[in-house]
């Protein structure tokens, strides 16, 4: 098993982490009393991708292949995958190769949540970049809501939207990180964005898990390896 706060390595038997203390048997249920914030959040998203660095880059390069040849029908479910396989990593399960197909098993939900929220950003885009990047920070979860809470793809944004309203300044600090990480990702010859991108899934995964909790049925499925 894997912490789910920091991704050590920890035996099956450990009732807490040995690196962080933290306990091994709370992954969320019900939300943080006091959410721990943007770089803890950070922190958590690169610990996991780093416990699992090589199957988190081969996912990458699936989800940038399938967004190079069909955007939206290939990349929208395989976005779902890493999402899902992020969720995993952190919730200290080791992710793989077939957590990527989960998205096809919510196809229609994937697909237009990525064209609403698409639609959104650019709409918002379009008045000042100010407003965009406000949409980016209300749209952290949607994918997440959709995966744990079953929510269609609508009610799936709102609550996204109301949650990040609630802890605005947590999530634009979130975000303001998220583009820093991003950016140094790009700076590295464009190679280091293969790290930046499951990292941020990570991040926001935990960030959920702080925000929302993790229904039972949820933990059953990291467990099993699929949502049900």
């Given amino acids: 098993m894997f912490c789910d706060r920091c991704g050590t390595t920890v035996p099956a038997s450990a009732s807490q982490c040995p690196r962080c203390a933290a306990p091994l048997a709370a992954v ?3 939300p943080a009393a006091a959410p721990r914030g943007a770089t803890a959040w950070i922190s958590d998203g690169w610990n996991a991708v780093t416990a699992n660095f090589w199957v988190f880059i081969a996912l990458t390069l699936i989800y940038f292949a399938a967004g190079s040849t069909v955007p939206i029908l290939l990349q929208a479910p395989l976005g779902f995958g890493l999402q899902w396989a992020a969720l995993r990593q952190v919730s200290g399960r080791r992710a793989d190769f077939n957590d990527l197909t989960v998205g096809f098993n919510l196809f229609p939900a ?26 980016i920070a209300l749209l952290q979860f949607p994918a997440l809501l959709v995966l744990d809470r079953k929510l269609d793809f609508w009610s799936a944004i709102k609550e996204s939207a109301s949650m990040s309203q609630k802890h605005f300044g947590t999530m634009a600090a979130f975000l303001a990180l998220e583009i820093c990480v991003i950016l140094g990702g790009a700076l590295l010859c464009g190679v280091g964005i293969l790290v930046a991108i499951p990292v941020m899934h990570a991040a926001t995964a935990a960030a959920y898990i702080d925000l929302f909790g993790l229904r039972e049925e949820t933990k059953a499925a990291i467990a099993g390896g699929g949502p049900r």
């Fill in 28 to 30: 969320a249920i019900v």
């Fill in 110 to 135: 994937a697909v237009l949540l990525a064209l609403t929220t698409g639609a959104i950003v650019i709409s918002a885009s379009l008045c000042l970049l100010l407003p965009g990047l406000i949409a």
